[in-house]
């Protein structure tokens, strides 16, 4: 009597297939990680340019001749610190706006030139 072969799968086999899954798996885990944190860095980001564009809007609502005055200053909003300078004379002044975010390396500049008329 002939024996037939048995079919199914070794535990050589098994085992490959889980390595294989689990290096599919902290892969998978790595890029997760890394989304994660560029998806916090670009709500931060959209956080410094929404109190930018208010800080902007706020100075550009005032006469020149107040602007010109003004020159420099600082404040903080939502935790995010402000710095601005107005430069300029003549028909024109330049807004430069400096934030910086909490938790963040570096700082986002902003800037703009408003005309006088």
């Given at each position: 009597?002939?024996?037939?072969?048995?079919?199914?799968?070794?535990?050589?086999?098994?085992?490959?297939?889980?390595v294989?899954?689990?290096?599919?798996?902290?892969?998978?885990?790595?890029?997760?990680?890394?989304?994660?944190?560029?998806?916090?860095?670009?709500?931060?980001q959209?956080?410094?340019?929404?109190?930018?564009q208010?800080?902007?809007d706020?100075?550009?609502?005032?006469?020149?001749?107040?602007l010109?005055?003004?020159g420099?200053?600082?404040?903080?909003?939502n935790?995010?610190?402000?710095?601005?300078?107005?430069?300029?004379?003549?028909?024109?002044?330049?807004?430069?706006?400096?934030?910086?975010?909490?938790?963040?390396?570096?700082?986002?500049?902003y800037?703009?030139i408003?005309?006088?008329?």
């Open positions: 009597m002939r024996r037939r072969p048995r079919r199914g799968t070794s535990l050589v086999e098994i085992l490959i297939a889980a294989m899954l689990t290096v599919a798996v902290m892969g998978l885990l790595g890029a997760s990680s890394s989304v994660t944190q560029q998806m916090g860095a670009g709500r931060r959209m956080v410094a340019a929404s109190v930018a208010r800080r902007l706020s100075l550009q609502s005032l006469p020149c001749a107040v010109s005055a003004a420099s200053g600082s404040g903080t909003s935790g995010i610190q402000e710095q601005w300078t107005v430069s300029g004379s003549g028909a024109t002044r330049t807004l430069q706006l400096s934030l910086t975010v909490p938790r963040v390396n570096r700082a986002y500049r800037s703009t408003v005309p006088c008329v």
